[in-house]
């Protein structure tokens, strides 16, 4: 027998009997995946025993979109921006109608191109892409409302100051009650003041600049607290279902693109 096999030390029970590794997890089993925001990206994992499979939006619905009305470049080098999207001609709008034909939508689900109900498939990496854009959009739409407070923050003191010079009344009944004269203090005074004017003294202060500076920040001072507290999810909802609902919700009357299941 070799010698220098004698002189090798025993091997130990956790050794020889060495502990399996577990078993992998379905996508189902992990819940902190559902909650991820958009801008991390979903591991990719190897296939369970239950295929899972990611979508996008409607068969011949654009997928990426615009945001409305703002200058958003998806090819910047910026951290909140992302890689321009490749061309996908299930997502096509001209090509819907030829998709939607009876022989080529049974094509499209025979080769699990799409799912019956209508929604196209996508390969992980590019269902992370869209969520990434799905997070831009969102960002964009919050700096828009901030950016829009400050400006009515702006207009609130202008009016404020020019109230005081032309000795307003509805303003003077406030600042000749203060020793120092604090915006934020007057302002409040002054919403105080205007929830016990009825109806009609209303009517004649609604033309007032300053009474119509403090509704104007009233109003996105509201659709910021509708935002932050859309920030966090449901317990029961998930990424896919925070939906293009809340963000016209929190932005009024303004178009949003439309975010789809997935």
Known sequence: MDSDKLSLPNRSAGEKNPIPPPK??????????????????YPLH???EKDVEFVTSDLGKSLYEWYPGKKFELTSDKKTSIPF??????????????????????????????TPDGKVKVHISEFNRYRMYLHHVWIMHINHIRNNHQIEEQKRLQCLLKAVEKEDSLCK??????????????????????????????QEY???????????????????????????????????????????????????PTKSQG
Do not use: C
């Not at 992998?24 to 990206?41: E, G, R």
């Not at 997502?91 to 799409?114: A, C, M, Q, W």
């Not at 910021?224 to 507290?229: E, M, P």
């Open 24 to 41: 992998q997890l379905k996508l189902d089993d992990l819940s902190m995946w559902k909650k991820l925001p958009y801008d991390n990206k």
């Open 46 to 48: 190897k296939r369970p």
């Open 85 to 114: 999207p490749t061309y996908i001609s299930l997502h096509d709008p001209y090509l819907r109608t030829y998709f939607e034909t009876l022989p080529s939508y049974k094509n499209l689900v025979d080769r699990g191109l799409i």
């Open 173 to 202: 009944k406030i600042v000749e009650k203060k020793e120092n004269i604090n915006a934020d203090i007057v302002m409040k005074d002054l919403a105080v003041e205007l929830e016990q004017i009825d109806d009609v003294e209303m």
């Open 206 to 256: 609604e033309k007032n600049p300053l009474v119509q500076s403090l509704f104007n920040w009233h109003s996105y001072q509201k659709k910021l607290q509708k935002v932050r507290l859309r920030r966090r999810l449901p317990h029961n909802q998930t990424m896919a279902d925070r939906s293009d609902e809340e963000l016209q919700k929190s932005n009024g009357d303004e178009d949003i």
